[in-house]
């Protein structure tokens, strides 16, 4: 299969129809690997909200990237070495940097992460010391750039260290030093998903390619690697909850318990901007398509009023995003800012209160 073929019907690369699903509980997930969850959500924000946190928390932006990359490494190496365990095993060096990075190509490509090329590696022949890759318009500098390094580590089963640079106002270029230092073979484990609830979602599907028919709203340019809402205009990619989860975790354990609202807050502002207010009031049904159609969980309850917003959402992809989202939906809605009081239940459910903020 050629990842990058898209359906002629809907306009959908054949590499999300045939390698993800949408499932009725609001996630989506691999086919390959289903307690691999996915969410399908706006990009654009990201690089502003690492200059936030940067900005607010009075910390480098070199810092946060640092504890971003290696945060983001350590979920990627985790991934690849419990999907691709051949790599580890017997192919690793027959396979190659050319083999891997053409399917790291064409994976970024589909999922929205930008052009990623491979500059060279030396030496030229054997087991690489130094590997230069390119990369055009990223989702995320710093997310790519652990999603490389982690790469490169599972592959050469060794540490590694980056450098970074731009090279003009889109390309960048990413050295990978690999060290000698060997990586333990159980040095992290992917965390087992979380049990999730069942839902009663349902999608009408492209009847060529089994795509949810509400993708054809989003357009992919396969030269670039960017997914754009026709809507909106807005940048989408494909991310790795577990990844986000873990980036967010390192940020808080490294920087402290203010970086919860940092990123809530950046989240509501990204709703404020691209959401229409239609849609913030266009009720429980819709919102929980809207929700679902991005993996972020399964919205179960809805109450809106001008005094008060409650909303219970199981199987909760990335509870900060969710949060920043329903204060976005509450101000859309109400035209007032909102607080929001919000736990994790014992069953996993993210049970959100939003009154006025005063
Ligand atoms: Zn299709």
């Known amino acids: 299969m050629k990842i990058t073929k898209t359906c002629r019907e809907c306009g959908v690369p054949l590499g999300i129809s045939r390698t993800m699903r949408w499932n009725s509980d609001g996630t989506i997930t691999q086919v390959s690997d289903p307690a691999h969850r996915m969410i399908f959500f706006e990009s654009d924000n990201l690089d502003r909200m690492w200059r936030r946190l940067s900005r607010e928390l009075a910390v480098t932006q070199e810092h946060i990237w640092e504890l971003v990359i290696s945060s983001k490494s350590r979920a990627t190496r985790a991934f690849l070495r419990h999907t691709l365990p051949w790599y580890v095993n017997t192919a690793a060096h027959l396979v190659g940097y050319r083999t ?21 590696q030396y030496p030229r022949r054997g087991r690489p010391e130094r590997v230069t890759v390119f990369i055009e318009d990223p989702y995320s500098l710093p997310l790519f750039c ?3 390094k982690g790469s490169a580590e599972v592959l050469e089963r060794r540490r590694s260290s980056l450098t970074y640079q731009a090279l003009d106002e889109r390309r960048h270029q990413i050295d990978v030093t690999v060290s000698k230092e060997r990586l333990e073979e159980e040095y ?3 965390r087992d998903g979380a049990a999730r609830k069942r839902g009663e979602i349902s999608y009408v599907t492209c009847p060529s390619c089994g795509a949810p028919r509400e993708l054809a709203q989003f357009s992919w340019d396969l030269g670039r690697g960017i997914i754009r809402d026709n809507e909106s205009g807005r940048r989408l990619a494909f991310f790795g909850t577990a990844g986000m989860r873990e980036v967010f975790d390192e940020l808080v354990h490294e920087l402290g318990e203010r970086v919860t609202p940092t990123i809530i807050d ?5 709703t404020v901007e691209a959401m229409g207010v239609e849609e913030a009031r266009s009720g429980l049904e819709r919102l929980r398509f809207l929700a679902a159609i991005r993996g972020l969980g399964l919205l179960t309850s809805l109450s809106m009023a001008p005094e008060r917003m409650e909303a219970v959402m199981a199987n909760p992809a990335i509870p900060e995003y969710l949060v920043g989202l329903a204060l976005g939906v509450f101000e859309l809605a109400t035209g007032q800012k909102g607080r929001c009081d919000w736990r994790l239940e014992g069953d996993g459910d993210l049970r959100m209160e939003i009154v006025p903020a005063r």
């Open 188 to 190: 992290f484990h992917v």
């Open 146 to 148: 652990g999603d490389f």
């Open 100 to 120: 891997l990075m053409s399917t790291i190509e064409a994976q970024g490509l589909v999922m929205g992460y930008g052009k990623i090329t491979l500059g060279g």
């Open 266 to 270: 950046a989240e509501r502002e990204n």
